[in-house]
């Protein structure tokens, strides 16, 4: 029952701390997508690919003392920041299991900001189609968020980056 539990504790100490809700789904449906071995299902909401599911696994690991949440205010809105506290350090420690170059991974998403890697997930989410129907999807459901060309661009050199140091 927890071994997916393990795996979302295992993200934020590999991360040291993961500013923002939105942005923590992403670095999961990310490291999914790089065939990390995330189970959480994913759909397309408002900001990008969203997993309920890790909504709630979020919520009880915060409810049973392993993650510790903090929500602050900023600019007009409220901002949630998790880490890893001492219960889940031996939660993690007593019952964890090693994830094979998920760190590097996850230190790398977690130096980035919350809209490249929501630009970085919906492409992941659309990967499937050629890259320029993924531009106009990106432009059309996205248009708010204004990416560019060359956002788009550097969102497809950044995953090429992760892929190729997974290979290394």
Known sequence: MFEDHLKVITVIKEAGEVIGRKKLQKMIYIAKKLNFPFQEKYEFHFFGPYSEELTLRVEELCNLGYVHEVKEKVSGYYQYRYSLNNEGEGFLSSYGASIPKLGDC?????????????????????????????????????????????????????INKLQQSLLQ
């Open 106 to 158: 996850v230190r790398s998403m977690n130096d980035q900001s919350s809209r490249f890697l929501e630009l970085v997930s919906t492409i992941l989410f659309f990967y499937h189609l050629s890259v320029e129907e993924v531009t106009e999807k990106i432009q059309t459901l996205k248009a708010k968020q204004k990416y560019t060309t060359e956002e788009i661009e550097e969102g497809y050199a950044y």
